[in-house]
């Protein structure tokens, strides 16, 4: 049976950063539930790698079909949500499911799966800090950004609604802060 490990965050906390090393540990057979978003694609993304790019309209078609386990409108008009398919299509598989996720998508999940799941909330040193890798990392527009900074303190609130805060200051000691959970959560019959 495959487990399921939800990581949220504000944006720019470094999600995205730890998930892409610890999906590289084979030992732990994880494999990313691509999302499906209504965003444009940013430079480097790749439709069904990153994400499952779909226009708004589709994407509201796709929700009246039911086809999500969970879905957010994670900023106007951009929504975001967990297909299906995607958890049988791993599940076949034989792999553990690794979620992206907002917080109250996370939250969701988790609720749904309970002991199944486990969440993990990525905590940034600081809003200011945040602030700079977005900027650093020269992905978003300005106004982008600022929508972001504004979120991320509501979103900061949600953080002890998850099994584990881990607060990514070091990179390498929040790796291993998750990849040390990770490893007890997947033992556990
Ligand atoms: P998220 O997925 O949470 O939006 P990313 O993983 O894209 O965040 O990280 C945001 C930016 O911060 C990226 O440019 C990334 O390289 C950088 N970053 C991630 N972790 C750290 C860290 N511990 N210290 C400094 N910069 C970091
Ligand atoms: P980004 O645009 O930076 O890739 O993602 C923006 C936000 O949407 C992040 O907080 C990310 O975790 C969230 N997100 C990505 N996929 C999903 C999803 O399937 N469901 C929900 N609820 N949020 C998602």
Same mark, same amino acid.
């Given at each position: 049976?495959?487990?399921?490990?939800?990581?949220?965050?504000?944006?720019?906390?470094?999600?995205?950063?730890i998930?892409?090393?610890l999906? !590289?540990?084979?030992e732990?057979k994880?494999?990313?539930?691509?999302?499906a978003?209504?965003?444009?694609p940013?430079?480097?993304?790749?439709?069904?790698?990153d994400?499952?790019?779909?226009?708004?309209?589709?994407? !509201?078609?796709r929700?009246?079909?039911?086809?999500f386990?969970?879905?957010?409108?994670?900023?106007?008009?951009?929504?975001?949500?967990?297909?299906?398919s +995607?958890?049988s299509?791993?599940?076949s598989?034989?792999?553990?499911?690794?979620?992206d996720?907002d917080?109250?998508?996370?939250?969701n999940?988790?609720q749904?799966?309970?002991? +199944?799941?486990?969440?993990?909330?990525v905590m940034p040193?600081?809003?200011?800090?945040?602030?700079?890798?977005?900027?650093k990392?020269?992905t978003?527009?300005? +106004?982008?950004i600022?929508?972001?900074?504004?979120?991320?303190?509501?979103?900061?609130?949600?953080?002890?609604?998850?099994?584990?805060?881990?607060?990514?200051d070091?990179?390498?000691?929040?790796i291993?802060?998750a990849?040390h959970?990770?490893?007890?959560?997947?033992k556990?019959?």
């Amino acid at each position: 049976m495959s487990k399921l490990i939800i990581f949220s965050a504000p944006s720019g906390a470094g999600k995205t950063t730890i998930v892409k090393e610890l999906l !590289k540990k084979d030992e732990l057979k994880l494999k990313f539930s691509i999302s499906a978003a209504s965003r444009a694609p940013r430079e480097g993304e790749v439709h069904a790698k990153d994400y499952y790019f779909f226009s708004a309209e589709e994407f !509201k078609t796709r929700i009246a079909n039911n086809e999500f386990l969970e879905w957010e409108e994670v900023y106007p008009n951009h929504f975001y949500g967990t297909l299906l398919s +995607e958890i049988s299509r791993i599940e076949s598989e034989g792999f553990n499911v690794v979620f992206d996720v907002d917080v109250v998508g996370g939250v969701n999940i988790k609720q749904k799966f309970g002991s +199944e799941a486990l969440a993990i909330f990525v905590m940034p040193p600081s809003i200011d800090e945040l602030e700079n890798r977005l900027k650093k990392r020269a992905t978003d527009s300005a +106004e982008n950004i600022a929508k972001r900074v504004a979120k991320a303190q509501k979103e900061i609130e949600f953080a002890p609604k998850f099994d584990l805060v881990v607060i990514n200051d070091n990179l390498d000691t929040a790796i291993e802060l998750a990849l040390h959970n990770i490893k007890i959560f997947l033992k556990k019959e």
